[in-house]
């Protein structure tokens, strides 16, 4: 059983930083693709961040909408994935997930990020 679990999310005003964090239970986190997603109301969930796996050669790939402000990374003896965000916009506000992909898709609870003054 894969489980992930979201942390990071908060309250924010413009032009802040929060880094989120995942961390995944189960084995053979180094073959899952990482990612983190994100879904504002009314909306659909759209990818902001991708990082492949360790056999991949961990190659990131980032929204148009947040290339230069967001980095993601992955720390595979903490089994962790973060996403560190930096000059933050209101836009950004939306519930952000977190998901572990290889020949299944396992997906985490969300986490709420609000960017207002």
């Known amino acids: 059983q894969v489980q992930l679990v979201e942390s990071g999310g908060g309250l924010v005003q413009p032009g802040g930083s929060l880094r989120l964090s995942c961390v995944v239970s189960?084995?053979?986190?180094?073959?899952?693709?990482m990612g983190w997603y994100r879904q504002a109301p009314g909306k659909q969930r759209d990818l902001v961040a991708a990082?492949?796996?360790?056999?991949?050669?961990?190659?990131?790939t980032y929204a148009d909408s947040v290339k230069g402000r967001f980095t993601i990374s992955r720390d595979n003896s903490k089994k962790t994935v973060y996403l560190q965000m930096n000059s933050l916009k209101p836009e950004d506000t939306a519930v952000y997930y977190c998901?572990?992909?290889?020949?299944?898709?396992?997906w985490g609870q969300g986490t709420q990020v609000t960017v207002s003054s």
């Open positions: 998901s572990a992909s290889a020949s299944n898709t396992y």
């Open positions: 189960g084995s053979f986190f180094v073959i899952y693709t």
């Open positions: 990082i492949s796996s360790v056999t991949s050669g961990g190659t990131t």
